[in-house]
């Protein structure tokens, strides 16, 4: 990996120009919420006008987190950390949110209603999530850098569902002052050959231009500079076709 402890002068300006993609973003994201759901005042919708409006809103908020995402990274590179308490439900849970918030908003509602470890379980299973936790973890609250144990639990979770057969399932530990999660899929997994690269900036294995749109190859790479921020780790397990297991481990 590249030593990132003195940024370049390009550096700063690219990540000034994607700090700077903050207010445009939010204008379109206002103006296309303001004409969903003011029509007494921007005048009434067609159907497929709808359809039109929550797909720009679905992916104004895809472009904010990538842009979030990226501002922090460079955060991670100047080591800067703003630590706090937060449940690991708490974590698990938006990060949850967030994924399905792209494409199914009605199971956001039910997902944010649910009241306990028990009813989230069974709200998530047939929806492809099982969760598996100790419930005495799930509500332990851990002092870490929260935006950025977001970002690594979602770049890994957004990943398994990308790559997922039919389940993805998140576990979590805490062992001898250590946080354990694990995020596994029952998709193809990762031969071998790849297992290396895939932690590499811009390697991804599809070649088709659907996969250039969607996979930047830059997930995994950014969860390595924001682990080695925090000294945490992360260990890859694949065996073709088993899927693929990613075990994260964060010093408390
Ligand atoms: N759970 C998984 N199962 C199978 N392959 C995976 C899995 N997670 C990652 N990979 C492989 O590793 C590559 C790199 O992953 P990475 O998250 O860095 O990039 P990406 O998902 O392709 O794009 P993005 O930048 O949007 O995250 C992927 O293209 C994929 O080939
Ligand atoms: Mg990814």
Known sequence: MPDNTIKSDNTIKTEILVHDLKVPISVIDAGAKSMLNRQEVYGPLTDKQVKVLKRIIRNTLTTQRLVNDV?????????????????????VRSVLIEIFDLVDTDFVETIRKTQSYDELVQTLEPNGV???????IWMTKVHLDYAKVKQILRNLVTNAFKHKASFVEIAGKIIEKKLFLKIKDDGKGIPPADQQKIFETYFTTGSSIENAIESHGLGLAGVMV???????????????????????????
């Open 226 to 252: 924001l682990l080695k921020d925090m000294g945490g780790t992360l260990v890859l397990d694949s065996d073709n076709d088993q899927g693929a297991e990613f075990v994260v481990t964060i010093p408390l």
């Open 71 to 91: 501002l922090e990274l460079g955060r991670s590179r100047e080591g800067v950390m703003i630590t706090s308490d937060f449940p690991i439900f708490e974590l």
């Open 130 to 136: 099982r969760l598996s936790f100790d419930k005495k």
